[in-house]
C-alpha cells in the first residue's frame, strides 16, 4: 500500500526484521501476470486485494489455486471484464483503481490538540499479570492506544511484529499451536493494515501523536478493531476503558471469532469504542454497524436499534424482499424522523423525502433509508455534509472528496437515488437487472459482496425500531406481478430566477448546448482518453474502432490495454502515424467521432438564466447538467452561479437540519421547508430586517402546486443560518 510517510514507532527499527514478505497493495511494484499455478509476493498482493474489494480468498498464502482463481473470475465480471481467471495488465489496472479509493493517510493530532481528550494512563493485563501501563486517548470517540506497548504484550504469548510501511504484520510461528482464522475477511478504508502472517485482516485509521512516556511521535490504533484482529488468532480481551485485559490464545479460534460481529464482543468495547464505525467506515464497512452496536453510541452507530437483528430474522430475509413494493405502513415520514433523530442523524427532517421517493418511483422506503445510512455514516460523513450526497456517487477513486458529484439538495439525491434504481436495477429489462432485490442489485451495484448483507442488517434494525419484522415485507417470487411506479422520468431539481455566467472551453468556441442532456453526454468531448478513462465517451470510441477496423473490442466504456492497443493499431493504421501512443486526442475526436464544428455553444462570458438542474456524467465523472433558458443543456463545469447559494445551518452535523421558510408579507407563515444544504436563489447573503429574502421552487407536486411553481420568501437570520455562495 502506497504511504507518505514512515512513521516512526517508539523503537521501530528492532521491529523490521521481517519473516514473511511485508504487504503491498496493488500498483506499488511493476505486477506480473498471474494465473492458476502462480506463486510469490504478487500473488499475496492479490489476494489481500481481493479480501478487501470483498472477494474473499481467506489466507493470502501467495499460492493462486481455485478459491483465488474463482474470485477473480467473480471480480472480473463484476466490473464487466473478461472472465479468464487471469490477472493481466487489464485486471490490475481495475483492480488499482478500486484500491485506490481505500487509501487515506494517518491524521498527525497536536501534543495540545483539543482532539485528544482523556489523555491519561491505561493498563494492559495478560493472563490477569499486569504487563504495562501506557497512556492512551479518545479520538473521534474512539478508544486510541498506542501500538507498541500492545506489541509488548503481545510478546509475552510468543509472537512477533514486523512493522512497514504502515503494515503492522503479526507473525504466529509455527510451532505456536495457534491456528488462526483467516474466514469471512473483510476490511475497508484506513490509513494502516493489521496483518496477521502476511494476510491483512483489518485496516483502520491511525492517530500519530506524542506518548508521553518517551515523548516521541508514536502511532496509535483504535482498541476495537485491534481487539476483533486478535480475535482471529484466539485471543480473548476486554475492554473497559482504561483496563485491557488478555487472555492466553486457544488453539482452535472458531467460537471466538465469530463473536468479533456478535453481541458480547459489542458488549465488551465499552461505550468509549464502539462508536468508530459510524462517521468513520460508515459507507465502506456497512456490514460492520451491527457489529459495533453494542455500545452506548447510538450518534453514530444506531446502537439504540440494536445489532442482532441481521438481514435474515423472522419469515425470510431482508436481502430477499422484492424492493418494488412499499415497506409496511409503520415505516412512515414521522417514524423515519424519529429513528433518524434518535440516532443523532443530520437527516432528520428527510422522512418526507423518502416517502416521497417511494411513491414516486416504487422503491422501498426502508431501503432507502439503510442505504443512505451505510453510504453517508448517518449522513455525516463529508461528502453528504459538503455536497449533499448521501449515496456515494462518484466517489470511488483516490481522491473521493473531490469527485464525489454534487447534489442540489439532499431531496434530490433521494429521488435521484429511487429513479436511478428502480429503473436500472429493479426493472427487468434495466441495465444492471438480476432481480428486484438487495442479492439482485448486489451483481452489478458494488464489489463488496457484503453489500447487501450490510443494508439487510441496516432495514433489520429499523424494522425493529419500530415494532416490525421481515415477515411485513414482501419476498420476491419471479411469478408475481409488482405495482407500477408513478413516474419513470428522472427527477430535476428547479431553481426560481438563478443567474449566471459561461466559462471557456478548452475544446469548443464558447460552451455547447444540446437538446437533452443524455446527447450532451455522448457527444461532448471531455478531455484526452487513455488508459483509466472510463464512460460515455471511451464507449463511443470502442464502438467506432470494432465497426472501422474489427478491433472486437468488448464495449464496456473502461480504456484498458486492450482499447489502447486498438487505438494504436488505428493510429498507426489509417491515421499512418509513425510513433502512435494510445491516447484518443480532441482532434480525432473531431474528425472521427463528434461533428464539434457544428455543435452550437453560447459564447463565453454570456449571462444566463439556469432553470433546472440534472444529475448526470462528464466523461468518468458524475456531473451536474445545467438547462439554460433559451438554449438548452450544459455541462455545468463551463457555468459559474452569480446569486446562488447553499442554506448552511449552524451545526450541519447535527440533528436541527431543517430550515423553515416564511411568507415575506407573513413572517408567521410557513410556506415551504428546506434541508441543510439545499440551493437557493437570493440576491445577497446579508440579511436585512432580521430575515434572508430567498427565491425557491416546488420540486415536486404539493398543495396543488406543480412541480417548478416559483416561491418566494424569507429565512429567519437568528444566527442558525448562513447562506453560502455555489458558484
Given at each position: ?415 435521484f437515488q429511487a429513479w436511478e434504481v428502480r429503473m436500472n436495477y429493479l426493472s427487468p429489462g434495466g441495465s444492471e437487472y438480476v432481480s428486484p432485490t438487495l442479492t439482485g442489485m448486489n451483481v452489478n451495484y458494488a464489489t463488496d459482496k457484503q453489500w447487501a448483507s450490510s443494508i439487510g442488517e441496516l432495514m433489520g434494525q429499523f424494522s425493529s425500531s419500530v415494532g416490525s419484522s421481515v415477515s411485513d415485507y414482501t419476498q420476491y417470487s419471479p411469478s408475481q406481478s409488482a405495482p407500477q411506479p408513478q413516474s419513470t422520468v428522472e427527477p430535476v431539481f428547479y431553481l426560481n430566477g438563478a443567474n449566471a455566467t459561461t466559462k471557456s472551453s478548452p475544446y469548443y468556441n464558447g460552451v455547447p448546448y444540446f437538446s437533452d442532456m443524455g446527447t450532451g453526454i455522448d457527444n461532448m468531448f471531455f478531455g484526452p482518453l487513455s488508459v ?196
Amino acid at each position: 500500500m502506497k504511504t507518505q510517510r514512515l512513521l516512526a514507532v517508539l523503537t521501530l527499527p528492532t521491529l523490521l526484521s521481517a519473516a514473511v514478505p511485508l504487504v503491498a497493495h496493488a500498483g506499488t511494484t511493476t505486477e506480473q501476470i498471474l494465473q492458476t499455478g502462480s506463486e510469490g509476493a504478487d500473488v499475496v498482493t492479490l489476494q489481500n486485494d481481493l479480501n478487501a474489494l470483498g472477494f474473499t480468498v481467506g489466507q493470502a498464502d501467495g499460492n493462486y489455486g481455485p478459491v483465488t482463481t474463482s474470485e477473480v473470475k467473480a471480480f472480473q465480471t463484476s466490473h464487466h471484464i473478461t472472465a479468464d481467471g487471469e490477472v493481466g495488465p487489464q485486471t490490475w489496472s481495475v483492480i488499482n483503481t478500486a484500491m485506490a479509493a481505500f487509501a487515506s493517510k494517518p491524521v498527525t493530532l497536536g501534543t495540545n490538540s483539543r482532539l485528544v481528550t482523556n489523555l491519561e494512563a491505561k493498563k494492559i493485563y495478560y493472563n490477569s499479570k499486569l504487563v504495562t501501563s501506557p497512556d492512551g486517548f479518545t479520538y473521534n470517540n474512539t478508544a486510541y492506544m498506542p501500538i507498541w506497548y500492545v506489541m509488548n504484550t503481545l510478546d509475552q504469548m510468543g509472537l512477533q511484529h514486523t512493522w512497514s510501511n504502515n503494515v503492522w504484520n503479526i507473525i504466529v510461528p509455527a510451532d505456536s499451536g495457534i491456528k488462526v482464522d483467516y474466514s469471512n475477511i473483510k476490511y475497508g478504508k484506513g490509513s494502516t493494515s493489521i496483518a496477521i502472517n502476511g494476510t491483512v485482516v483489518a485496516r483502520v485509521d491511525a492517530a500519530i501523536h506524542v506518548d508521553p512516556a518517551s515523548g516521541q511521535m508514536t502511532t496509535f490504533l483504535p482498541v476495537w478493531y485491534v481487539m476483533n484482529a486478535l480475535d482471529r488468532l484466539g485471543i480473548q480481551s476486554d475492554w473497559q476503558g482504561k483496563t485491557w485485559t488478555m487472555k492466553q490464545p486457544a488453539t482452535s479460534t472458531g467460537s471466538s471469532t465469530g463473536s468479533s460481529t456478535g453481541s458480547s464482543t459489542g458488549s465488551s468495547t465499552g461505550s468509549s469504542t464502539g462508536s468508530s464505525t459510524g462517521s468513520s467506515t460508515g459507507s465502506s464497512t456497512g456490514s460492520s454497524t451491527g457489529s459495533s452496536t453494542g455500545s452506548s453510541t447510538g450518534s453514530s452507530t444506531g446502537s439504540s436499534t440494536g445489532s442482532s437483528t441481521g438481514s435474515s430474522t423472522g419469515s425470510g430475509s431482508y436481502t430477499s424482499v422484492d424492493l418494488r413494493f412499499p415497506a409496511p405502513a409503520d415505516v412512515n415520514a414521522q417514524s423515519i424522523n424519529q429513528y433518524l433523530l434518535a440516532n443523532q442523524s443530520p437527516m432528520n427532517g428527510l422522512g418526507a423525502s423518502f416517502m416521497a421517493a417511494q411513491s414516486t418511483y416504487g422503491v422501498d422506503a426502508n431501503y432507502l433509508v439503510s442505504h443512505a445510512i451505510l453510504e453517508s455514516a448517518w449522513g455525516q460523513s463529508q461528502i453528504a455534509l459538503a455536497k449533499n450526497n448521501l449515496f456515494g456517487y462518484g466517489a470511488y477513486d483516490s481522491n473521493p472528496g473531490d469527485d464525489a458529484g454534487m447534489f442540489p439538495s439532499d431531496d434530490y439525491a433521494i429521488r435521484f437515488q429511487a429513479w436511478e434504481v428502480r429503473m436500472n436495477y429493479l426493472s427487468p429489462g434495466g441495465s444492471e437487472y438480476v432481480s428486484p432485490t438487495l442479492t439482485g442489485m448486489n451483481v452489478n451495484y458494488a464489489t463488496d459482496k457484503q453489500w447487501a448483507s450490510s443494508i439487510g442488517e441496516l432495514m433489520g434494525q429499523f424494522s425493529s425500531s419500530v415494532g416490525s419484522s421481515v415477515s411485513d415485507y414482501t419476498q420476491y417470487s419471479p411469478s408475481q406481478s409488482a405495482p407500477q411506479p408513478q413516474s419513470t422520468v428522472e427527477p430535476v431539481f428547479y431553481l426560481n430566477g438563478a443567474n449566471a455566467t459561461t466559462k471557456s472551453s478548452p475544446y469548443y468556441n464558447g460552451v455547447p448546448y444540446f437538446s437533452d442532456m443524455g446527447t450532451g453526454i455522448d457527444n461532448m468531448f471531455f478531455g484526452p482518453l487513455s488508459v483509466g478513462s472510463s464512460g460515455q465517451p471511451v464507449v463511443e470510441v470502442q464502438q467506432f474502432l470494432n465497426k472501422q477496423i474489427g478491433a472486437g473490442l468488448t464495449v464496456d466504456g473502461q480504456f484498458g490495454p486492450a482499447t489502447q492497443s486498438a487505438v494504436k493499431k488505428f493510429e498507426s493504421q489509417v491515421m499512418n502515424m509513425a510513433s502512435p501512443d494510445g491516447i484518443w486526442s480532441y482532434s480525432m475526436w473531431t474528425q472521427y467521432i463528434g461533428p464539434i464544428s457544428s455543435q452550437p455553444t453560447i459564447p463565453a462570458g454570456t449571462s444566463v438564466t439556469v432553470t433546472q438542474i440534472k444529475q448526470g456524467m462528464a466523461g468518468a465523472y458524475v456531473m451536474p447538467w445545467y438547462y439554460v433558458q433559451g438554449y438548452g443543456w450544459v455541462d455545468s463545469q463551463y457555468v459559474s452561479f452569480n446569486n446562488v447559494y447553499r442554506v448552511q445551518v449552524a451545526n450541519p452535523a447535527g440533528t436541527s437540519t431543517s430550515v423553515p421558510v416564511y411568507s415575506a408579507s407573513n413572517p408567521s407563515q410557513q410556506v415551504a421547508t428546506l434541508h441543510n444544504g439545499d440551493f437557493v436563489v437570493a440576491n445577497s447573503a446579508t440579511p436585512a430586517n432580521g430575515y434572508y429574502t430567498v427565491q425557491i421552487a416546488a420540486e415536486t407536486p404539493s398543495s396543488g402546486a406543480a412541480a417548478g411553481t416559483p416561491i418566494s420568501g424569507v429565512i429567519s437570520a437568528n444566527g442558525s443560518v448562513t447562506l453560502v455562495a455555489q458558484h
